[in-house]
């Protein structure tokens, strides 16, 4: 066994038992503790990874140790930056926001009209079948090069997980709430803003975190049909013909950062708003 190989799996079992302490302590649902363990599981991987390449010799243009990915990152952090406002900045998330707004004010039509009901969600359902290999170029072929189609790709992707789970959750306030806020003359608009939305939000935000992962996949799968000289996708798509097999891991790593950010900031701010709700209760 070589060295790189022996450090690597004391490192794992080291960690290992440090996570096995901290899973079984007291204080294990403290926020330090939540932070710590999945952190120290991550460097316990990456450690691996660097040890088992090493060991084995494996070539970088199949599989690069993550200190090569890590100089290539640094040495790229200008290309990097100008690839994520490509990608995520201006296709992701203009996507996500166009399509979560949508679905929401698609899911309270569908509430409010049994024809929408009946029309309106098997046409959302079809929607998400659509594979988005097929769909993307033509959308590209539709709204050009730049990060409009792009948008228009998450667009679709984001717009049936935020709808369905938005019709659900309009529908958990019980019959009981309602007879109240009609025993109050309470309008339809009232009862919508001031019961069955903020019902609605735990199952909202749970379309919105899901859409999350699926916005960025769909902007950066979608720039494999047509980009300008700069994106994600456009830059994996290129290193890889290339063999910069570094280059590609370092997009993957940035996009995957992108990806963990934009679903805790959504979860924090579902933290914020359900408080109400026991799953946020301590």
């Not at 039509?109 to 009946?118: E, G, K, N, Q, V």
């Not at 013909?241 to 934009?262: Q, Y």
Request: charged share 15%; net charge positive; hydrophobic share 60%.
């Amino acid at each position: 066994m070589t060295a790189p190989l022996f450090f690597a799996l004391l490192f794992w079992l080291a960690a290992w038992g440090v996570n096995v302490k901290l899973a079984n302590a007291p204080g294990r649902d403290s926020l330090g503790v939540r932070i710590v363990v999945p952190l120290l599981f991550g460097a316990a991987l990456i450690v691996l990874w660097e040890g088992l390449v090493r060991h084995f010799e494996v070539l970088p243009v199949i599989l690069p140790a993550p200190s090569v990915v890590w100089e290539t990152f640094l040495a790229s952090t200008e290309i990097l930056w100008v690839d994520f406002q490509q990608t995520v900045l201006k296709g992701a998330l203009r996507g996500y926001a166009i399509g979560c707004a949508v679905a929401v004010l698609c899911a309270i039509a569908i509430d409010r009209s049994a024809f929408l009901t009946r029309g309106l969600l098997p046409v959302g359902n079809f929607v998400a079948a659509l594979p988005i290999i097929g769909i993307a170029p033509i959308l590209v072929s539709w709204f050009g090069f730049d990060w409009q189609s792009k948008a228009a790709v998450v667009v679709v992707m984001v717009f049936f997980p935020v709808l369905v789970n938005t019709v659900q959750g309009l529908r958990e306030a019980d019959a009981m709430q309602r007879d109240l806020m009609r025993t109050y003359a309470a309008s339809y608009r009232q009862t919508l803003w001031k019961l069955r939305l903020p019902a609605a939000m735990p199952f909202v935000f749970n379309g919105l975190k899901i859409a999350t992962t699926l916005a960025l996949i769909g902007a950066i799968v979608a720039e494999y049909f047509g980009s300008p000289t700069r994106g994600m996708g456009f830059r994996i798509s290129i290193s890889v013909g290339s063999l910069s097999i570094d280059l590609v891991w370092a997009e993957i790593a940035v996009a995957a950062l992108a990806g963990t950010v934009f679903y805790g900031l959504v979860a924090f701010i579902e933290k914020r708003v359900t408080f109400w709700h026991p799953t946020n209760r301590k």
